[in-house]
């Protein structure tokens, strides 16, 4: 039996909520387009290597664990492929998944709590310096990150759901 996430009256979506996610994930945006990290090494040169491969439809065999990250690779390729060969591009899909973050933690902390508690969750994540730096590098935690909070605010929906 799944404890209950949702409390028993939800606070109804209105446009002041809409008004509100769209200056966050605007201060969010900004902050880690200003803040852009970039390409540092590491890992993201075995995405990047694997990104491009599949990008020009070479699908070659790889023994190293981060080769074989589709989450971050087939997305990774997508945007190369689309956009050309440029680390903007290359970053892409962490930075969208780092502000799709923040949209969805101000929509489960709006379900769970209400517009201030949602406010204030959502601009704590959307200005906290890792989760800005992590945006603008090449690696699987901010899609990982994204997922979870998914995976989560679809239980959310779920056990609601459940319920009615």
């Keep these: 039996m799944l404890m209950q996430l949702t409390p028993s009256f939800i606070p109804p979506w209105s446009k ?3 008004l509100a996610l769209f200056v966050l994930l605007t201060i969010a945006v900004l902050l880690r387009a200003v803040f852009f990290t970039g390409f540092f090494g590491s890992d993201e040169v075995t995405y990047v290597g694997v990104a491009s491969e599949i990008a020009r439809g070479e699908w070659g065999t790889h023994y190293y ?4 990250r589709y989450g971050v ?13 440029h680390e903007w591009a290359a ?19 709006h379900r769970l709590a209400g517009r201030n508690t949602a406010i204030a969750a ?8 890792l989760h800005i730096h992590l945006a603008g590098r090449i690696m699987a935690d901010p899609p990982l990150a994204f997922f979870i909070t998914l ?3 679809l239980l959310l929906m779920a056990e609601h759901r459940q319920k009615a």
């Design 16 to 18: 002041s909520d809409t």
């Design 65 to 68: 664990i981060g080769s074989n």
């Design 73 to 85: 690779n087939l997305p990774l390729a997508a945007f190369l492929a689309i956009f050309g060969m």
């Design 91 to 109: 970053s892409l899909w962490a930075f969208l998944t780092s502000a799709g973050e923040v949209v969805l933690v101000y929509w489960v902390a």
């Design 122 to 129: 959502a601009l704590l994540l959307s200005t906290t310096p």
């Design 151 to 153: 995976s989560f605010a």
